[in-house]
Nanobody
């Protein structure tokens, strides 16, 4: 079983950048897809980005494409979400997740990102 521990959330101003980290432990990630999701106040959880651990293939939500970048460091077993040009509507609790198979079924503890205008 994979365990995920997140770090990096904080209060920033619109236009700032922020990087979230998610450290994985428990097993090798060779066949996993790692993702980031977020839940804004009063809204459903939404997909943000994902990356295949082995090949590094990425996919993004339209709302963040061109501003956010997901990456992974295989030596550190860590996945990152670099967030640039942050907007107030990016305010949410961000969750790291792991998928082995068809669904994301392992989640990090969540980290709050607040973007002030």
């Amino acid at each position: 079983q994979v365990q995920l521990v997140q770090s990096g959330g904080e209060l920033v101003q619109a236009g700032d950048s922020l990087r979230l980290s998610c450290a994985a432990s428990g097993r090798t990630l060779g066949n996993y897809v790692m993702g980031w999701f977020r839940r804004a106040p009063g809204k459903e959880r939404e997909f943000v980005a994902e990356i295949s651990w082995s090949g590094g293939t990425t996919r993004y939500a339209d709302s963040v494409r061109g501003r956010f970048a997901i990456s992974r460091d295989t030596a550190k077993n860590t996945v990152y979400l670099q967030m640039n040009s942050l907007k107030p509507e990016d305010t949410a609790v961000y969750y790291c997740a792991a998928r082995f198979g068809s669904a994301f079924n392992t989640w990090g503890q969540g980290t709050q990102v607040t973007v002030s205008s």
